[in-house]
């Protein structure tokens, strides 16, 4: 990634996006490297993390989680599915029950936290505007050609 970044020129900004229910904030950080480089020094490539609180859990992810993440709102939103749906890989998982009262479970690298449907969707929301913010579109771009969109 940093030989990428450095023959490419890749600089980015720095940028946070939040996402937050009741108590589960989804924050997603992004540390650019704006800043000049000194001489002599190797190639600072961006850097990416995912923090997740719901509670008193909290977790540090990666893009890999992050892109599956946003992919898999995406595509529930897309389809306007509100209930029975569900999506899944080895990193994320998403769950919104079939009937009333139940459940809906958001997996995020083995750790599952479980929320309202009403409570998913508003957090989904939230996520999906902070992606699509004027600001932060550019810098995603970047990093999704730095570290593909897994």
């Given amino acids: 990634m940093k030989g990428w970044a450095a023959v490419t020129g890749l ?46 859990v909290s977790l540090a992810l990666g893009w890999d989680v992050f892109s599956a993440l946003v992919r898999y709102m995406q595509a529930r939103a897309w389809l306007g599915a509100t209930h029975e749906w569900s999506a899944r890989d080895s990193r994320v998982s998403l769950y919104i029950p079939r009937g009333e009262g139940s459940r809906a479970v958001l997996g995020l690298d083995g750790v599952h936290i479980t929320l309202t449907t009403k409570q998913y969707l508003q957090l989904e929301e939230a996520l999906l505007n902070a992606v699509a913010d004027a600001e932060a579109l550019p810098v995603l771009a970047e990093l999704r050609a730095l570290y593909g969109d897994l």
Avoid: K, Y
């Fill in 11 to 56: 600089v980015t900004d720095d940028v946070c996006l939040t996402a937050e229910v009741d108590d589960i904030i989804l924050r997603a950080e992004v540390r650019g490297n704006r800043q000049p480089q000194l001489p002599g020094q190797a190639w600072q490539a961006p850097q990416f993390s995912l923090f997740v609180t719901a509670g008193r």
